[in-house]
């Protein structure tokens, strides 16, 4: 049984950084495509940015280009979602997700649909 579990989440003011990590563990765990996804209180989920493990591609949405970024340590079996100059509008809670089977170094995982869920991690950012 795979499991995903997020942490890193807190209270920040806002133009404060967090960053978050998805740590995957269970027997058979493989792949390719790990995705972070937000949801805000009355909206719908949102996908934030993903990563290509074996290719190193990586996709965000529009609202957090160049300000968050995805990366990771193959070696803790980890993805990071770094958060930086935080808006109020950012302010959800925040899943991580994977895919359960195997793509080709250079897919774009945006596009990937996703299999395994975390619990998600809470980011309140104040104004």
């Known amino acids: 049984q795979v499991q995903l579990a997020e942490s890193g989440g807190g209270s920040v003011q806002a133009g404060g950084s967090l960053r978050l990590s998805c740590v995957a563990s269970g027997a058979g765990y493989s792949t390719s495509c790990v995705a972070w996804f937000r949801r805000a209180p009355g909206k719908g989920r949102e996908g934030v940015a993903t990563?290509?493990?074996?290719?190193?591609?990586?996709h965000y949405a529009d609202s957090v280009k160049g300000r968050f970024t995805i990366s990771q340590d193959n070696a803790k079996n980890t993805v990071y979602l770094q958060m930086n100059s935080l808006k109020p509008e950012d302010t959800a809670m925040y899943y991580c997700a994977a895919r359960a089977t195997r793509v080709e170094g250079g897919v774009d995982c945006w596009y990937q649909s996703v299999d395994y869920w975390g619990q998600g991690t809470q980011v309140t950012v104040s104004s």
């Open positions: 990563i290509n493990i074996g290719g190193g591609i990586t």
